[in-house]
């Protein structure tokens, strides 16, 4: 059974940092395409960063410069740093394996 549990998520005041980390079960990680997604109220989900097997990163232009995506294949999990957050960050925040599978999500909240 493939599970994607992610975890990092929370209230932080704009300019904040958070981390956010996807752990996988019953999949190997490192062989697939990982990507962040993230939805906003009334708002259709929408790709943030992802990175392929061989370690290439793409960006959504929103979050270019501010936002790291990386891989720990030793743990299994991939992660998403997420440096000067603006309001329009907040979202639920889910990670999708290429195999399709999706993580629960995680909330995340920018505000004063």
């Known amino acids: 059974q493939v599970q994607l549990v992610e975890s990092g998520g929370g209230l932080v005041q704009p300019g904040g940092s958070l981390r956010l980390s996807c752990a996988a079960s019953?999949?190997?990680?490192?062989?697939?395409?990982m990507g962040w997604y993230r939805q906003a109220p009334g708002k259709q989900r929408e790709l943030v960063a992802s990175?392929?097997?061989?370690?290439?990163?793409n960006y959504a232009d929103s979050v270019k410069g501010r936002f790291t995506i990386s891989r720990d294949n030793a743990k299994n999990t991939v992660y998403l740093q997420m440096n000067s957050l603006k309001p329009d960050d907040t979202a639920v925040y889910y990670c999708?394996?290429?195999?399709?599978?999706w993580g629960q999500g995680t909330q995340v909240t920018v505000s004063s």
């Open positions: 990175i392929t097997s061989g370690g290439t990163t």
């Open positions: 999708r394996c290429a195999m399709g599978y």
């Open positions: 019953g999949i190997i990680l490192s062989i697939y395409t």
